[in-house]
C-alpha cells in the first residue's frame, strides 16, 4: 500500500484548500478510503471517508468538507472550504484494511492563519 497525499499549504480563515492522495498497491476501487488529521500535540483523529454506500464526516467538519475519488487515476481528494484555525493540521489519506486503517503516509501540511 502506497498513499501520497498532496495539496496542503498556508490559508486565511475562511479559504478552501483542496488536498490530493494518489493510491497504489491494492486494488483501489473497491476499498474504503479516509482521511485523517493530526493537530500539534493531539491525537490523529478521523475527518471523513468514501465507500461504496457513502460517505461519512466528523461533526466538526459536516458541510465544510467535501471527500470524493477518482477510480480510474486511482486518486482521492478532500475538497475543504471555509478553513478555520482548529482545522490545522498534518492531513494523512489512508485505506481501510480489513478491520484497521493503513499506516499513514507522510502527509500534508494544512496551516490555517490570517
Not at 486511482?74 to 475543504?80: I, K, R, S
Not at 494523512?92 to 493503513?102: I, V
Amino acid at each position: 500500500v502506497q498513499l501520497v497525499e498532496s495539496g496542503g499549504g498556508l490559508v486565511q480563515p475562511g479559504g478552501s484548500l483542496r488536498l490530493s492522495c494518489a493510491a497504489s498497491g491494492f486494488t483501489f476501487s473497491s476499498s474504503t478510503m479516509g482521511w485523517f488529521r493530526q493537530a500539534p500535540g493531539k491525537e490523529r483523529e478521523f475527518v471523513c471517508n468514501i465507500h461504496w454506500a457513502g460517505r461519512n464526516y466528523a461533526d466538526p467538519v459536516k458541510g465544510r468538507f467535501t471527500i470524493s475519488r477518482d477510480n480510474i487515476k486511482n486518486m482521492v481528494y478532500l475538497q475543504m472550504n471555509n478553513l478555520k484555525p482548529e482545522d490545522t493540521a498534518v492531513y494523512y489519506c489512508a485505506t481501510l484494511q480489513g478491520t484497521s486503517w493503513s499506516t499513514p503516509g507522510q502527509g500534508t501540511q494544512v496551516t490555517v492563519s490570517s
